[in-house]
């Protein structure tokens, strides 16, 4: 009996794309220490920087995401862990990727927005003329820091005409009501920003709708909470809102105690449009090709239903039409090569 193939290979020739991804959760150990020897390590911080990236629960998880943004004191800072993600998700086959960027957390001490953006920018356009991913920057609120957070970000935007993509909401979901963003939400939409929210992650069904419905979100962070309604399943089925679903980053935080316990399967089969992300690759020790490899070997889907994800991955994306064009071509491209190593394998 032949070894059982790999679900997609690791070499996908710059055709898949990450819609779900935060900066600052890209930190790598090695990378920690090296700022902390530069800036100093924060008293309140351990000594031994590994001891952030193993998380009980949720909220010990947002409490050591929270304490690995002290690390970062200088826009140099920002361009070097820039520069390890692109690196990172170039050889990993990334074409493009949509990246969450929490300034306010960096503008509240004193860093300036624009100086923060720029070594960003400046790392992502050297990273991209070596054969690197695109990247373009989703500024996410705090959800627990209230409205007064998304304000700060969407005058961020505002300082940054054309070099932000959108926003979005992350944090505790059940720490303030979604109405009370409402309309900071379409304010975004007003000033021509795409809008999307965590949901459904480590709250329930209800946190959905009210993305959806209050919020007006486009896409779901996350979302895995749908599965426990029907209702909910058959709207956004209708209105085709995708999933950005982050598998390990669900059994990391303990939102889903098992493999075996995890809903990716079950809106899969209730045809929900899904995607797979990272979320914080350091944070959850993971990476985009390990999250396609757990769709088989953890999840037992076939390898059509995961390209059916990964093209999915790109239409759900915001990258314009004739950019979806070209990396779904790849997509065709690299399935039927792999298809055919497939069968010389098998002969």
Same mark, same amino acid.
């Given at each position: ?12 020739? +710059? ?48 409490? #050591? ?22 690196? $990172?998700?170039?050889?990993?086959? *990334? ?12 503008? +509240? ?18 990273? $991209? ?39 979005? &909401? ?24 795409? /809008? ?22 486009? +896409?779901?962070? #996350? ?17 085709? &809102? ?5 598998? /390990? ?5 303990? *939102? ?15 045809? &929900?449009?899904?995607? *797979? ?20 070997? +953890? ?15 790109? $239409? ?20 039927? /090569? ?10």
């Amino acid at each position: 009996m032949s070894p059982q193939r790999a679900l997609l290979p690791r070499r996908t020739a +710059r055709s898949r794309v990450e819609i779900h991804l935060h900066l600052e959760g890209s930190i790598s150990p090695a990378r920690l220490r090296a700022l902390w020897e530069v800036s100093g390590r924060d008293p309140s911080l351990p000594s031994n920087p590994e001891s952030l990236y193993r998380h009980r629960s949720f909220p010990e998880f947002l409490q #050591h995401f929270a304490q690995i943004t002290k690390a970062l004191n200088r826009p140099e800072d920002l361009a070097q862990i820039t520069t390890d993600l692109c690196r $990172r998700l170039k050889r990993q086959g *990334v074409a493009a990727a949509e990246v969450f960027f929490s300034p306010v957390i960096l503008t +509240r001490r004193g860093i300036p927005f624009l100086e923060m953006l720029d070594a960003m920018d400046e790392a992502a356009a050297r990273e $991209r003329a070596r054969g690197g991913p695109a990247l373009a920057w989703i500024l996410d609120g705090v959800r627990q820091w209230g409205p007064g957070g998304m304000e700060e970000n969407l005058r961020c935007a505002a300082m940054a005409a054309g070099r932000i993509l959108g926003i979005g &909401i992350g944090g505790d979901e059940r720490s303030v009501p979604a109405e009370a963003f409402a309309a900071l939400f379409h304010a975004a939409r007003q000033m021509g920003l795409r /809008t999307v929210a965590h949901a459904g992650e480590f709250d329930g069904p209800e946190s959905v709708w009210k993305a959806v419905e209050v919020l007006g979100a486009e +896409r779901i962070g #996350h979302g895995i909470r749908s599965a426990e309604d029907p209702l909910l399943l058959a709207m956004l089925r209708r209105r085709r &809102i995708p999933l950005e679903v982050c598998p /390990t980053s669900n059994l990391r935080t303990g *939102v889903v105690r098992r493999w075996h316990d995890h809903p990716l399967p079950r809106l899969v089969a209730a045809g &929900i449009r899904i995607t *797979v992300n990272t979320d914080d690759p350091a944070l959850f020790r993971t990476s985009l090709h390990t999250e396609y490899q757990a769709l088989q070997r +953890r999840l037992g889907l076939g390898e059509a239903a995961a390209l059916r994800i990964q093209t999915e991955g790109v $239409r759900a994306s915001f990258l314009s039409p004739s950019d979806k064009r070209r990396i779904l071509q790849r997509v065709k491209v690299t399935n039927s /090569t792999s298809r055919l190593i497939g069968r010389k394998t098998k002969s």
